[in-house]
């Protein structure tokens, strides 16, 4: 599979529900629920941060690994790397599945999304919009690796621990930094989401699992 290059591209105007950004709020029916994982300081539930939602229209045409319909959302929970809490819920090893989740919308569920904005807790940083676009240039030095169905450049070793092994790179963020807000992943890593290749082939999103890796 050829690597999809996520591209940022900051926009004036706002985007329009079911449009593909990074950071911004998920658009979703009605009927699916934000994901969520647990504080570990109180035990309350809280929404998973959205990393990006891509519709499945604007990838490129040579992509057979995805439909070219319907809408993907990234979530994790990256909020210890914004200062939140002491430990991790995502580290240098493989996952549980509730601290990264991705959600498939189908194409037949697209005309139902609604912005969910309103339930995320107001206290919380805001991460606006940014439009992206997606190709297979990959970006100037000065931007970051975001990467679609890329190769996992930043493992050091030949395979993922059992019972891992042949999983592949669905989605990698790399480190960032903006006017509010800064994500440094292990000396400026990158968070990547792994899926089991029949999974992905039968778009089963219910196992993706993170990893954060440095070189």
């Avoid at 992943?185 to 990893?211: C, K, Q, T, Y």
């Amino acid at each position: 599979m050829k690597p999809i290059f996520i591209h940022l591209k900051p926009q004036e105007q706002p985007l329009k529900v079911g449009a593909s950004h990074w950071w911004g709020y998920p658009d979703l029916p009605p009927e699916v629920d934000i994901p969520v994982t647990t504080d570990p300081e109180d035990g309350s539930e809280y929404c998973l941060t959205l990393i990006c939602q891509i519709n499945l229209a604007d990838l490129p045409a040579d992509c057979t690994a995805l439909p070219h319909k319907g809408l993907l959302l990234f979530f994790a929970d990256i909020a210890y790397y914004r200062g939140d809490w002491d430990e991790p819920a995502i580290s240098g090893y493989i996952s549980d599945p509730d601290v990264v989740r991705v959600l498939y919308i189908r194409p037949e569920d697209m005309d139902r999304l609604e912005n969910r904005e309103y339930q995320y807790d107001p206290e919380e940083p805001e991460l606006e919009a940014v439009a992206i676009t997606l190709n297979h240039r990959r970006p100037a030095d000065d931007q970051p690796d975001n990467i679609l169905l890329g190769e996992a450049e930043h493992r050091e070793w030949e395979d993922w621990e059992p019972p891992f092994e042949g999983w592949i790179e669905l989605l990698q963020m790399d480190s960032c930094e903006g006017d509010d807000y800064m994500y440094n992943f292990m000396d400026w890593g990158v968070l990547s989401f792994l899926i089991e290749p029949r999974a992905l082939r039968h778009l089963d999103f219910s196992n993706v699992r993170g990893i954060v890796l440095s070189t």
